[in-house]
């Protein structure tokens, strides 16, 4: 399917990955090997993405925090336009799967009674702003978000690529260091820093000036070549062969060791994570009755003032589970772009490779690894025929080998290296 440049909703087309061959009146399918689509822009609300499991709403919470009353109808509207299932992104966004052509539209009117709508896809597209996850209202984290918002809305605001975000890590020990982002504004010591993503140059900023420091950054990528043929990435920028210096005023800082989220108690609150970030509208009905709920890119949720995990069904509340250690994507079917499917093989697998110490697994659906874009020690690729197995790579880099799933779980030891 395809999605019209306006945000329209996806019009029909050839399901991908096959070929029609036209003999009399009978139509000969045949398989295509091909390499996944690649979109260059993330789904939204207004501009929904077509999946194989209906269409993909995302909802960019401002502020990544629903109120108990907004997360009980945001579960209600999932499971009366959609299929009920809900994804968390690494994005710290959220997902509503299955959503219908004809459930659309009445679904955008509900989530706007709501206040989670933007006025139209050009602003919803430029509000890809992630905030730490432990903000208190008042601090620099919240104020430095809402000026950078208020900036992102503006008329005069620069026309960004559809992936190209920004990362508000202003609170007292620095958490979104492995959290997809172009442009950060984090603390050091009694300081913020604003830093361009694959960069250990950066700039000293201040509460007042951070968000108009990280747009006049925004629009040097722009003016510097970041964009082309309509996408465009700093880190990408940067590690050109003749990248551009960077506007005067920025130096080498320190970067600190990255942060580990578990489930557990929190700053603000109780951390709960969810099997592959996925979880269902009743699950989501009865944690919105606990308080507000943060969403956060490790594909769990804070729940405000919670001190102790409920007895629900769907949890993952053990920062031991191995189920932590292992991400996967949607799969096939569910994705258009899958090779195979994906999620049981990575249940069955992540005990299995815990005991093994293999570290952080990703099972990707297709070349493109959605779900972890970076490296992880270990990665099985999906192939028309199996999974191609990577070490310390990402989901696109060269295979040592190639095995089917049936030959990775009779023999897991095979994958470590």
Not at 357 to 375: D, M, R, Y
Not at 379 to 396: K, N, Q
Request: charged fraction near 20%.
């Amino acid at each position: 399917m395809s999605v019209d440049r306006d945000g329209g909703l996806p019009a029909p087309r050839t399901p991908r990955g096959y070929l029609g061959q036209d003999k009399g009146a009978q139509i000969v399918q045949k398989p295509v090997i091909q390499g996944p689509v690649i979109q260059g822009w993330c789904p939204g609300a207004l501009r929904p993405m077509p999946s194989g499991d209906g269409l993909v709403v995302r909802l960019r919470v401002p502020m990544g925090r629903l109120l108990p009353d907004q997360a009980a109808a945001v579960a209600e509207l999932a499971a009366r336009h959609g299929s009920g299932v809900l994804d968390l992104s690494a994005r710290a966004n959220l997902q509503l799967r299955g959503v219908t052509e004809a459930g659309h539209a009445p679904l955008i009117d509900g989530l706007r009674d709501l206040g989670l709508i933007d006025a139209d896809v050009a602003a919803e597209t430029r509000r890809n702003v992630m905030v730490q996850p432990f903000w208190q209202p008042g601090d620099a984290s919240a104020r430095v978000a809402a000026d950078l918002l208020a900036r992102l809305a503006a008329p005069d605001a620069p026309d960004l690529p559809g992936k190209f975000g920004f990362a508000v890590d202003c609170g007292a020990r620095r958490v979104l260091q492995e959290a997809a982002c172009d442009i950060r504004i984090e603390r050091q010591g009694d300081s913020l820093l604003l830093r361009p993503d694959g960069s250990a140059l950066a700039q000293p900023v201040t509460v007042e000036n951070a968000a108009k420091a990280a747009l006049d950054l925004a629009r040097w990528f722009l003016a510097s070549g970041g964009v082309q043929a309509g996408r465009g990435r700093m880190a990408a920028l940067l590690a050109r062969a003749e990248a551009p210096a960077l506007p005067p005023g920025f130096s080498i800082a320190s970067v600190p060791a990255p942060f580990t989220a578990r489930p557990g108690p929190a700053p603000g609150g109780l951390l709960l994570g969810f099997a592959f970030g996925q979880l269902d509208a009743d699950l989501l009905m009865a944690l919105a009755r606990l308080g507000p709920l943060r969403l956060t890119p490790w594909r769990m949720l804070l729940i405000e003032g919670l001190a102790e995990a409920p007895p629900l069904p769907g949890l993952i509340t053990d920062p031991a589970d191995p189920l932590l250690n292992i991400i996967a994507c949607t799969g096939a079917p569910g994705c258009l772009q899958a090779q195979q499917p994906t999620r049981d093989l990575a249940r069955a697998l992540a005990p299995r490779l815990a005991d093994l110490h293999a570290g952080l697994t990703h099972v990707s659906g297709c070349l493109k690894g959605c779900a972890h874009p970076g490296a992880a020690a270990l990665t099985l690729t999906a192939t028309p025929t199996g999974f191609a197995l990577i070490h310390h790579g990402t989901a696109a880099s060269p295979a040592l080998s190639h095995h089917t799933a049936a030959e990775i779980l009779a023999r897991p030891e095979r994958l470590i290296p």
